[in-house]
């Protein structure tokens, strides 16, 4: 297939296209040292036919290219390899056949490990295991064999899943995260060894006897978990929505933050919450876990005090929920330290940032400073949630939509997606790469 532009009326637009962007090109820095200008460049465009998938499949730079999955009308799933020079785009369907579903969730998530090979996850509403396919060649997107009927160890791990996310170190080891229903509600993160293209999940059991409290003791499987709560919207157990997120300092120290639901909500209606934002560091890529302090974490992690004890950084206002935001970040500030944002319903986005071993809140130390602001915040609450970074000093011709901050991290170039027009029932989605012209 060529890459001439395919015209279809996108589903809907997602009002907080443009503060997700913040959150995410504010995971890089809090603050530009001097406001740098680009000279930026549109790689490729279409016109999206579902405005839901096509956003949330994000962008990735390898090797001079970015790589986009997107789907043709009738939910057909392509991959898009795009020359960061501005050359010939080639098109290849993600398996001949394979097509997904309206349901904004089934969206794809994209990466390149270190040696080339192309992975996607996606496709998945509480779905039994990770869905995952993995390019036969390096570097090459004319082929992919789906996986996850190859074994366990051949795909991401987890149960029940939703949310999928690719995540890549400044060396080059590639993380998936999900949210898991089974045996409980959790966080399930796995790491590929790229040389055996095999994945292992990092965390350990949950204790049987802590799932037997509850009712979903007879769906324990012993999978390792991350973190997990036996609470949730409904009652022990119900429904929670944990993400996780990944940042790397200077030390190639992995640095997590996630929320958690910690107590028994009534059932949501309109807007789903957690209750705290936890924190934790690992020095051995995600084999053991540590607070900010330097305490040692039992695994899995939990936001009740504990040896399973991750850094409790935010809890939730007094009142009713919704309380926290489901989409904590993490990263890593001009000292190296970790900065933790959270976002409260009532008061606003809160930052935190670790010196020696506490955490402290900017805004309180100054004293000049207030909580920012809540901005509107997208329909979903499985989007990401809002930060203010303030976008418009940036010398580029297009609102971000997403910006590969790893690219970013490892070039200075912006690689990001924009979604122009920004209107209801119409969307064209346009990959841009620029380039800095004054050094910041």
Not at 69 to 88: E, H, V, W
Not at 346 to 370: S, Y
Request: aromatic share 10%; net charge neutral.
């Amino acid at each position: 297939m060529n890459s001439e532009p395919f015209t279809q009326l996108s589903r809907r637009i997602f009002c907080g296209a443009l503060f997700a962007a913040a959150l995410l090109l504010g995971t890089l820095h809090d603050a530009w040292a001097a406001t740098p200008k680009f000279k930026s460049k549109v790689l490729w465009e279409f016109d999206a036919m579902d405005a839901d998938h096509n956003r949330k499949s994000l962008v990735r730079a390898f090797k001079g290219h970015a790589y986009k999955l997107f789907l043709l009308p009738g939910y057909q799933t392509m991959i898009a390899k795009i020359p960061l020079d501005g050359s010939q785009v080639q098109t290849a369907p993600l398996m001949p056949g394979h097509v997904t579903g309206s349901d904004p969730h089934r969206f794809y998530s994209l990466a390149v490990d270190a040696a080339g090979y192309v992975h996607v996850s996606g496709d998945m509403h509480s779905s039994a295991h990770v869905k995952h396919w993995l390019s036969k060649k390096p570097e090459d997107i004319s082929e992919f064999v789906f996986t996850s009927d190859l074994g366990a160890d051949k795909r991401p791990q987890g149960f029940n899943v939703t949310y999928p996310r690719f995540y890549k170190s400044p060396d080059g080891v590639l993380y998936h995260t999900i949210r898991c229903a089974e045996p409980v509600w959790g966080l399930a993160i796995s790491v590929l060894d790229v040389k055996t293209q095999t994945w292992t999940m990092l965390g350990a059991d949950v204790p049987r006897a802590d799932i037997a409290k509850g009712n979903r003791a007879k769906k324990a499987k012993g999978s390792p978990l991350t973190a997990w709560e036996d609470n949730g919207e409904g009652g022990n157990f119900s429904y929670t929505q944990p993400h996780a997120h990944l940042a790397w300092d200077k030390n190639n120290r992995l640095h997590l933050a996630f929320g958690l639901l910690n107590e028994n909500t009534p059932s949501s209606k309109g807007r789903h919450t957690g209750s705290d934002v936890l924190y934790a560091y690992s020095d051995d890529r995600g084999k053991t876990f540590h607070r900010g302090d330097g305490t040692k974490i039992e695994l899995p992690m939990r936001a009740e005090a504990g040896p399973h004890q991750a850094d409790v950084v935010y809890s939730r206002h007094e009142g009713r929920p919704p309380w926290v935001g489901l989409n904590p970040t993490v990263s890593i500030d001009e000292k190296n330290r970790p900065v933790v944002k959270a976002l409260d319903h009532k008061t606003g986005v809160h930052t935190f940032v670790l010196e020696d071993g506490a955490w402290i809140d900017p805004a309180q130390k100054t004293k000049d400073q207030k909580p920012k602001p809540i901005l509107p915040t997208p329909e979903d609450d499985d989007e990401e949630d809002v930060d203010t970074l303030d976008l418009s000093g940036l010398d580029l011709p297009h609102k971000i939509l997403f910006l590969d901050k790893e690219f970013y991290r490892d070039t200075g170039m912006l690689l990001y997606q924009a979604q122009v027009p920004d209107k209801v029932k119409h969307s064209r989605i346009k990959i841009v790469l620029a380039t800095p012209v004054n050094a910041r």
